[in-house]
């Protein structure tokens, strides 16, 4: 019944000027930046690990920043999901545009870090052509409807979202078949299929998956970045040019090479960056963990 309550609100939230669902948000995160004492902490850990210059006021201050930036990703999301096409085409800004053409010509990985409002990207791409992604089951069914259906909205075919456990041969068929991936890759998933290599100089379990799909399919790596438009205007998609020479002969190191790529996309925007997920959870043998599992 909560959850039902939930996407009630949030259906009739979308209705509502972005200024306002917007402010919102930002009013909610705020809220949950003093209540949710458990990931409040995880984000200051993460912070202080990766920006140990900073003050301690700075680093609060981009915590609760990040914090408002998700609430208001999460209640934004009911425009992506239920508004018309010509709202979210007003809303979206696509820079310089979506590489349609060339992922379907192409074996193409669209590599999406975690910045809070990355479900944007997965709206625009969608709008413009094909794509594919992982898709995880939510624990709550209605939710698990919601989201899918919501993901879904600009496609009937359901292989656009593919299971984690049904391994690569799936995504490597859709990546051949005209179908780009979007790829999410820069959480911990511990040490399986990962190599340590730095993340603002702290060495951080990361997958090696975007390197060796490329490899495997001799496709193509595009950045997309989505970012807040300023003024609640809604949002940025930018799409980088394909990396050359990716991944090269050395894995570890084009693993590395996409970590440095994230880490100066962060400092673009620092606060927009999912600081509350334990990036660091997974740690090199005989390093002690860094967060507080009591939590």
Same mark, same amino acid.
């Given at each position: #019944?909560? #959850? ?5 609100? #949030?259906w009739v939230l979308h209705w509502l000027p972005l200024p !306002? ?5 930002? =009013? ?17 850990? $993460?912070? /202080? ?6 003050? @301690? ?21 009911? %425009? ?17 545009? !979506?590489?349609?053409?060339?992922? /379907? ?12 409002? =990355? ?18 089951? /939510? ?20 292989? $656009? ?6 391994? %690569? ?13 979007? #790829?999410?890759? +820069?959480? +911990? ?5 990962? !190599? ?15 390197? &060796? ?5 001799? *496709? /193509?790596?595009?950045? !997309? %970045? ?9 949002? @940025? ?7 050359? $020479?990716?991944? *090269?002969? +050395? ?27 334990? &990036? ?5 043998? *005989? ?9």
């Amino acid at each position: #019944m909560t #959850m039902r309550l939930l996407l009630g609100l #949030m259906w009739v939230l979308h209705w509502l000027p972005l200024p !306002v669902l917007g402010r919102l948000g930002k =009013l909610i995160g705020s809220l949950l930046f003093i209540v949710v004492r458990s990931r409040r902490t995880i984000a200051l850990t $993460n912070l /202080q690990l990766c920006f140990p210059k900073m003050t @301690e006021l700075e680093r609060r201050a981009i915590a609760r920043a990040h914090f408002q930036g998700y609430a208001r990703s999460v209640l934004e999301r009911g %425009i992506l999901w239920w508004a018309p096409e010509w709202r979210l085409k007003r809303l979206i800004r696509v820079t310089p545009s !979506v590489p349609t053409a060339a992922a /379907q010509t192409h074996p193409t990985i669209f590599l999406c870090p975690h910045f809070v409002c =990355l479900e944007v990207a997965g709206t625009a791409i969608t709008m413009a052509g094909p794509a594919c992604s992982i898709y995880t089951r /939510q624990r709550n069914d209605l939710f698990d409807k919601a989201l899918r259906k919501g993901r879904l909205r600009f496609t009937t075919d359901e292989r $656009n979202l593919l299971a984690r456990d049904a391994g %690569i041969k799936p995504i490597i068929r859709a990546m051949r078949n005209g179908r780009p991936f979007l #790829m999410l890759p +820069d959480m +911990d998933f511990g040490r399986k299929e990962s !190599v340590f290599v730095p993340f603002f100089g702290i060495p951080a379990a990361t997958l090696t998956a975007p390197a &060796r799909l490329a490899a495997a399919t001799q *496709g /193509q790596v595009i950045p !997309v %970045i989505t970012r807040f438009q300023p003024g609640y205007r809604g949002w @940025e998609v930018r799409f980088y040019p394909a990396w050359e $020479n990716y991944p *090269g002969a +050395d894995i570890t190191e084009a693993t590395r090479r996409m970590n440095a790529f994230i880490e100066d996309r962060i400092m673009e925007a620092p606060a927009e960056y999912f600081w509350s997920h334990k &990036r660091f959870k997974t740690r090199p043998e *005989g390093m002690p963990r860094l967060y507080d599992y009591s939590k």
